[in-house]
């Protein structure tokens, strides 16, 4: 399985990115689509979910500036983000979860950086 994000890059505080992850390969049991980030000298945390069913939900420090979007049948996943700070600079990481064998599957990231 592979996963590809696409939309990171440099914005002003204030700004706005919409990130994209495209999911290929052979597993059909992903029930979920998940973003991550992994910000400067922290751990990789979770920011928003897709289930196959279309519930989303995001992280709550998050709420109100980011929201997540996409279809697991389609395997596809978006993310925008509005209102971005300095704070929002880091790694963001596209994540699939398979039930079948409890999978975790993961892109290789796309840097956001907010500055000005």
């Known amino acids: 399985v592979q996963l590809v994000e696409s939309g990171g890059g440099l914005v002003q505080p204030g700004g706005s990115l919409r990130l994209s992850c495209e999911v290929s390969?052979?597993?059909?049991?992903?029930?979920?689509l998940n973003w991550y980030r992994q910000l400067p000298g922290n751990t990789r945390d979770w920011v928003a979910v897709?289930?196959?069913?279309?519930?989303?939900r995001t992280e709550d420090s998050v709420k109100g500036g980011f929201t997540v979007s996409g279809d697991v049948r389609k395997r596809l996943l978006d993310l925008d983000m509005n209102n971005l700070t300095p704070e929002d600079t880091g790694v963001y990481y596209c994540?699939?979860?398979?039930?079948?064998?409890?999978?975790?599957?993961w892109g290789q990231g796309t840097q956001v950086t907010v500055s000005s």
């Open positions: 994540n699939a979860y398979g039930m079948d064998r409890g999978a975790d599957y």
């Open positions: 897709i289930t196959e069913g279309g519930a989303a």
């Open positions: 390969g052979k597993d059909n049991s992903i029930v979920a």
